[in-house]
């Protein structure tokens, strides 16, 4: 049972333009949101957050939109760079669990 | 901040061996620490998760005395895979969390683990 989902599993954009990707949930307990970025056979790197009391969360070029009556969020990416491409995932928790589910993450290419 | 290191980046074993894989939290103490493992092109998998100075919770189907964890300070957690068997060559990852109500895992590069 895959409880966070993500369904593009590779993206390619131009540099420049904006990267979006997609993340689905399906237990509505969950009630924080994270994107990480991972290169091969590297940990991930934590890029941004998201409380389900929030809808929008900005850092700089990245953005993330939560829609929880969809049970979807999406990461942002503007301007896309070409070292952004890599695998990113989505994770959700349950507070007080500490746990993190990942999807199964989708790559990016951003092309020069 | 938030370094998380473990050691060894790689290792190959024999089959029938024991290999231990240490994770180590290097400007944070880290109350809690998870265990995951990666298979190709696949997502990550919580195996445990490991409170210091208590024993680790395990995720339905991982085997506890075959993946033993230890937790014995705020910044080192020691995964030790007993008996290994081909099927356990994987992706081995740890991460770390720096107090209870913190979301963000803060997670090391990794450890690939070949049992031949």
């Known amino acids: 049972d895959q409880q966070v989902k993500q369904n593009s599993p590779s993206l390619s954009v131009q540099e420049g333009r904006i990267s979006i990707l997609n993340c689905d949930y399906t237990n509505s307990m969950f009630d924080y949101f994270l994107w990480y970025k991972k290169y091969p056979a590297e940990g991930p790197t934590f890029l941004i957050s998201i409380s389900s009391i929030k809808d929008k969360n900005e850092d700089g070029r990245f953005t993330v939109f939560l829609n929880k009556s969809a049970k979807h969020l999406s990461l942002h990416i503007v301007p896309s760079q070409p070292g952004d491409s890599a695998v990113y995932f989505c994770?959700?928790?349950?507070?007080?669990?500490?746990?993190?589910?990942f999807g199964q993450g989708t790559t990016l290419q951003v092309k020069p | 901040g938030a370094v998380v290191s473990q050691h060894p980046s790689w290792v190959i074993c024999k089959s029938g061996t024991s290999v231990k894989i240490e994770c180590r939290s290097l400007?944070?103490?880290?109350?809690?620490m998870f265990w995951y493992r990666q298979f190709p092109k696949q997502s990550l998998m919580l195996m445990a998760t490991?409170?210091?100075?208590?024993?680790?919770?395990?995720e339905q189907g991982v085997e506890k005395d075959k993946f033993l964890i230890n937790h014995a300070s705020l910044t080192l957690s020691t995964l030790t895979v007993t008996s290994a068997h081909p099927e356990d060559s994987s992706f081995y990852i740890c991460s770390a969390t720096a107090g209870q109500g913190i979301h963000e895992q803060y997670f090391g590069p990794g450890t690939r683990l070949t049992v031949t």
């Open positions: 490991s409170n210091e100075g208590s024993k680790a919770t395990y």
């Open positions: 994770a959700a928790s349950i507070s007080n669990t500490g746990k993190l589910i």
């Open positions: 400007d944070f103490q880290a109350t809690t």
